[in-house]
T-cell receptor, first 114, second 112 residues
Framework: AQSVSQHNHHVILSEAASLELGCNYS??????LFWYVQYPGQHLQLLLK??????LVKGIKGFEAEFIKSKFSFNLRKPSVQWSDTAEYFC????????????FGKGTKLSVKP | DSGVTQTPKHLITATGQRVTLRCSPR?????VYWYQQSLDQGLQFLIQ???????AKGNILERFSAQQFPDLHSELNLSSLELGDSALYFC???????????FGPGTRLTVL
């Protein structure tokens, strides 16, 4: 069965630190890849997406992610986090050719200390 | 604000009861997806509708059902509720041929 693994359950950083959240998926075919963010008490918002082309994609709020096909990975990065980045981050995949439903990882809670 | 609306925001009910959650997709979106978010299972896909027809089913219990109406709003019906059904239920919508989904604010269901 297809699955998505996010290795870190909770990450605590100080402001201005760099961030990298890991995401690996298990699926042999082509996938569409997404990162969603859920701020406290809010709904899921799309942070960035990868469908094809340049494996380095840039999203909103200074986030970027790199797709490494050989490693089945789609890690999220940000060079310098802010207190306002405190949220839960979800990696999701959707196999190409499926009806588009998303398979989510368990999420990584990011706490940024001011 | 994603443009996807869900009602009610909170729902508290007792075991054995039945509830209906409602979702209105963004204007122009034909697909509606339902997801369940719980502490132990995380975010799980339940069911998808496209322009009134069921398109895909995920880990949806037989006690749960959904439909999408001609005006494209969708309802998720949960019956014979159990304590373990307590969760956040999200609806998402997407435009025809689009691959990204936009999520509503969710309905928090508490079963006592």
């Amino acid at each position: 069965a297809q699955s998505v693994s996010q290795h870190n359950h909770h990450v605590i950083l100080s402001e201005a630190a760099s961030l990298e959240l890991g995401c690996n998926y298990s699926y042999g075919g082509t996938v569409n890849l997404f990162w969603y963010v859920q701020y406290p008490g809010q709904h899921l918002q799309l942070l960035l997406k990868y469908f094809s082309g340049d494996p380095l994609v840039k999203g909103i709020k200074g986030f970027e992610a790199e797709f490494i096909k050989s490693k089945f990975s789609f890690n999220l990065r940000k060079p310098s986090v802010q207190w306002s980045d405190t949220a839960e981050y979800f990696c999701a995949v959707s196999p190409v050719g499926s009806q588009g439903n998303l398979i989510f990882g368990k999420g990584t809670k990011l706490s940024v200390k001011p | 604000d994603s443009g996807v609306t869900q009602t009610p925001k909170h729902l508290i009910t007792a075991t054995g009861q039945r509830v209906t959650l409602r979702c209105s997709p963004r204007s122009g979106d034909l697909s509606v997806y339902w997801y369940q978010q719980s502490l132990d299972q995380g975010l799980q896909f339940l069911i998808q509708y496209y322009n009134g027809e069921e398109r895909a089913k995920g880990n949806i219990l037989e006690r749960f059902s959904a439909q999408q109406f001609p005006d494209l709003h969708s309802e998720l019906n949960l019956s014979s509720l159990e304590l373990g059904d307590s969760a956040l239920y999200f609806c998402a919508s997407s435009a025809p041929s689009a691959r990204e989904q936009f999520f509503g604010p969710g309905t928090r269901l508490t079963v006592l």
